[in-house]
């Protein structure tokens, strides 16, 4: 039985494929459209989860949309009505969308489900709709390596929910409670990514970068103002702060008065003052989470827990709930935020609506995530001969030793192979890597590939025995959720005069003898890479460390800054044209940069892609 997931019409379109419980395919529309965060229908997505298992849209027992939109309408009418005459604007903006297409989303469904099928309304897979949450949990829960445990759920909102609590059991999940909007964690978060400047539902994870680099001078203004905050985690927000409930910006006159000004405007300096607000939400951030966590375990004794959720991607609150939490373990859907809402989708008709057995893989059932499309040899080569591109093809054998010495003389290398990742993330599908041993790693990535801030941390891919030799880790993270110290043995002490040094000054410390992925507070986000999930990058890193003695690699995602990550071969040798990667490897191919044929020297190009 065939049942296929939708994400749509909000942020993060997605579609995953399962069948009989085993996911099959799972992808973000935004890869094939090449617009960050896409919210539109996922037509492209849906034909490649199709292609992918060789079935027409026909075969499908059922399509489920991860959200109940009704609900969420009445969701939209009770506050516009609680705060009126408040909002009226935002009313009459929100307003015209909902009546023409949200509120009548089954018809828009069909429609588009018709158009792909070509087929008549009732030959078309029955319809059905999963609660937001609910998604969330399926996706937390179902795959995960647990026959029981419990699951939090946190994010900006669903229909009302935006914090919940769910035991999970074999193949049943029960909601146990529920904290509604206005009271959202997710919301606090992204208003204090709105004042700083960054880009609400895509900037939360650049505040969590940045907050090293800051004191937590604000956390007791945050808590004696904007958040009144139990002993037990649960929360109420001061909504005299906030502007989201009922405008168009997160914060109001009021929130800038308490924190001495207006929010800095996208793209200007970042001074000390975003740094020490960035610290001190992070920090109110870990504190509800862990208090939550160790209300969970109290009610329920659980050893483990499940997360999803936007929340659920703060990999240092993660990487805290692991050292100092209650739970010995933890797994985290690796799409944790909207995208993975249509996984779950499809497994809460798998095991809820069609009350199907579960059975647990120790492992986990994401398949290391690796759940996108992939690329043939013969696609590959057409494609790079279409632009007569140069290049070589060598079998693993070769190729391995030769791209280590590459990467060992600090150059750049595009790396392409396998399938796409699904989630936030590039596990070594779709990545940069380089080595991380390297000084000018972190800001030749960041300036002259990325084209980001040179604050933004990279992460360390280690093989996944040999993690608790460079951390303070001993568990696996193999979806890049955890952040956790460097170990002692490697760290580089700070000097007298550099201990003096604020904000992004203290960027170029050395603070380890892996300086390009240690953060600025002696701190990596760590993916564990295993041989069996991604054999070709475990061999690379493999054989990097028998050349190196070093068995771990820095490791980014595909993409400039604004781009979603590279799906396709011509995806990525334009952007390795286009920045200065030194080489690109796809699949068994490799071509070096000065070998290849003159490319656009016109830098409009980066006006393609929304800055994030």
């Not at 914090?163 to 074999?170: A, K, Y």
């Not at 193949?171 to 990514?193: C, M, Q, R, V």
């Not at 505040?207 to 004696?224: H, Q, R, S």
């Not at 609150?317 to 939490?325: M, V």
Request: glycine share 6%; net charge negative; with cysteine.
């Amino acid at each position: 039985m065939y049942i296929l997931g939708i994400s749509a019409f909000y942020h993060d379109s997605a579609v995953a494929l399962i069948e009989d419980g085993k996911i099959i395919a799972a992808v973000q529309e935004e890869r094939f459209t090449r617009k960050k965060h896409d919210a539109g229908f996922p037509e492209q997505g849906i034909k490649y989860c199709l292609s992918e298992a060789n079935i027409k849209l026909t075969d499908i027992e059922s399509i489920v949309f991860y959200d109940k939109p009704l609900v969420k309408f009445e969701r939209l009418l009770e506050t516009y009505l609680a705060y009126a005459p408040k909002g009226f604007r935002s009313f009459l903006a929100a307003m015209p969308v909902w009546l023409k297409e949200k509120l009548f989303l089954k018809s828009t469904l069909k429609k588009e489900f018709r158009k792909i099928a070509n087929c008549k309304e009732n030959e078309l897979p029955t319809l059905l709709f999963a609660g937001h949450h609910q998604s969330h949990a399926a996706s937390a829960f179902y795959p995960a390596p647990y026959e029981k445990a419990s699951v939090l759920c946190l994010d900006g909102v669903g229909e009302w929910a935006t914090t919940t609590c769910w035991q999970g059991d074999g193949n049943k999940l029960d909601l146990l409670w529920e904290i509604d909007f206005p009271h959202s964690l997710g919301l606090l978060y992204s208003a204090f990514t709105y004042y700083t400047g960054f880009k609400v539902n895509s900037g939360e994870y650049k505040l969590m970068g940045l907050a090293p680099y800051g004191e937590p001078k604000y956390v007791d203004l945050i808590l004696d103002n904007l958040l009144d905050l139990k002993e037990d985690g649960t929360f109420r927000l001061d909504m005299s702060y906030f502007n989201y409930a009922t405008g168009l910006t997160m914060t109001n006159n009021k929130f800038a008065k308490l924190f001495g000004g207006p929010a800095r405007k996208a793209e200007t300096e970042i001074g000390q003052k975003e740094m020490d607000l960035a610290r001190s939400i992070q920090a109110v951030t870990e504190e509800v989470v862990l208090r939550l966590a160790r209300t969970v375990h109290k009610e329920q004794g659980n050893d483990s827990l499940c997360l999803a959720g936007g929340v659920a991607l703060n990999c240092v609150a993660n990487g805290r709930l692991l050292r100092e939490g209650p739970f010995k373990n933890i797994w985290i859907q690796p799409a944790a935020g909207d995208a993975g809402g249509a996984l779950g989708a499809a497994l809460v008709a798998w095991y809820e609506h069609f009350n199907k057995p579960r059975t647990v893989n120790p492992d986990d059932d994401m398949q290391g995530s690796y759940l996108g499309p992939k690329a043939s040899a013969g696609e590959i080569e057409t494609y790079l001969d279409s632009v007569n591109a140069k290049y070589e093809t060598f079998d693993d054998s070769k190729l391995m030793p030769k791209l280590a010495k590459i990467l060992a003389s600090e150059n750049v290398v595009g790396w392409f192979q396998g399938r796409m990742e699904f989630g936030p993330r590039s596990l070594g599908g779709r990545s940069i890597i380089g080595d991380p041993r390297s000084k000018k790693m972190q800001s030749v990535m960041n300036l002259k590939i990325k084209y980001r801030e040179s604050f933004r941390p990279f992460a360390p891919a280690v093989l996944a025995e040999r993690v608790a030799d460079y951390f303070e880790h001993d568990t696996t993270s193999p979806y890049m959720l955890m952040v956790a110290p460097i170990a002692k043995s490697r760290r580089l002490e700070m000097t007298d005069e550099q201990q003096k040094l604020f904000g992004i000054e203290k960027l170029n410390i050395a603070r380890s003898d892996l300086p390009s992925i240690t953060h600025v507070d002696y701190s990596a986000r760590i993916q564990t890479v295993h041989k069996q999930t991604n054999p070709r990058f475990y061999h690379l890193i493999s054989e990097f460390e028998k050349q190196t003695g070093c068995a771990v690699l820095v490791n980014t995602s595909f993409n400039v800054r604004g781009e979603p990550i590279v799906c396709t071969p011509e995806d990525a040798y334009r952007c390795f044209m286009r920045t200065e990667m030194d080489y690109l490897v796809l699949e068994n191919v490799i071509l070096d940069k000065h070998q290849q044929p003159e490319w656009e020297k016109d830098d409009s190009w980066q006006t393609e892609f929304e800055l994030d």
